[in-house]
DNA sequence: ATAAGGCCCTGACCGC
DNA sequence: TGCGGTCAGGGCCTTA
């Protein structure tokens, strides 16, 4: 799934391929994934736009025009924005198609139909209810602190809420909360002032691994939810220490690691190391 | 305000 | 082999 890292990884490797590029228009396959302004009028607005900045807020790609409008980009599960050659195939998961001027074509493809685009003038509109950035200085320990206390809710489960904190996903939940030794289910208001520091500097840890391996591609054999701009795999995948490893032995103590249904969403955790 | 559950989607997978 | 049922899950919505 597109996290932060995902995100990132698309962002860095997306803007030399699109610096400076114009888009020439639009074609429309899938109404829905459009969200801003609607199907219908997109295709005219974002003629004649051209890339000039790249940035990422959370897992919303933030692809700034010379307009000063920006163009969003939220992949959700199974979402993949690419640039192809011209004559490339447009399969039945090609949702939007945009000519560029160099006569390559900026494709977005999406299989589950969940990601999302939107073409605005002011992104904060879109991006208002995030929470901080996790890799910045606005994430502090006390304020992720502040967000926790008193909330009955698990802990796994708050770090899904993008307004506590923007870009944790459910692969880096699970990894952070392993590295930090805290069971998922717990009430994120008892976690004691150790244990949040220590969550902190967990769920910054795995996003920075996350991306020093380009993300992390998995599916269920050869359909990858994730694979970067150019078609490789991250490298991420490969250094889970619970996530999608339920009975294989923790890395640590070698206990089964153990999986359980948090908020909808499988969870996985080793018994011992995490309490 | 918080918490819990439904919904959108489709491909992969499982059991019969 | 074919087929129906189940699962995966980010963000948004409704309900209590």
Known sequence: MPEL????????ELAPELAGRQVLGARVNWSRTIATPDAEHFPGLIAG????????????????LASG????????????????????????HTHVVMPLDDGRLLLFQDSRKFGRIWLVPDAEVVLARLGPEPLEDS?????????????????????LDQSIVAGVG???????LFRAGILPARAA?????????????????????????????LGKSGLQNYVRPGGELGGFQDEFKVFRRTGLPCP????????????Q???????????
């Open 5 to 12: 890292p995902e995100v990132e990884t698309y962002v860095r």
């Open 49 to 64: 736009q051209r890339f000039v900045t790249f940035g990422r807020r959370g897992k919303y790609m933030l692809l700034g």
């Open 69 to 92: 409008m920006t163009l969003i980009v939220h992949l959700r599960m199974t979402g993949h924005l690419r640039v192809e050659a011209g004559d490339a195939v447009i399969d039945q």
């Open 139 to 159: 994430f502090t320990v006390d304020g992720f602190g502040l967000r926790l206390n008193g909330r009955s809710a698990s802990i796994k489960t708050l770090l």
């Open 170 to 176: 459910n692969i880096y939940a699970d990894e952070a």
């Open 189 to 217: 208001g008892t976690l004691e002032a150790g244990e949040v520091a220590a969550l902190h500097a967990a769920i910054r840890a795995v996003l920075e691994e996350g991306i020093a391996k380009a993300g992390s591609s």
């Open 252 to 263: 640590v103590c070698g206990t089964p690691v153990e999986r359980i249904v948090l908020g």
């Open 265 to 275: 969403r499988s969870t996985h955790f080793c018994p011992v190391c995490q309490r």
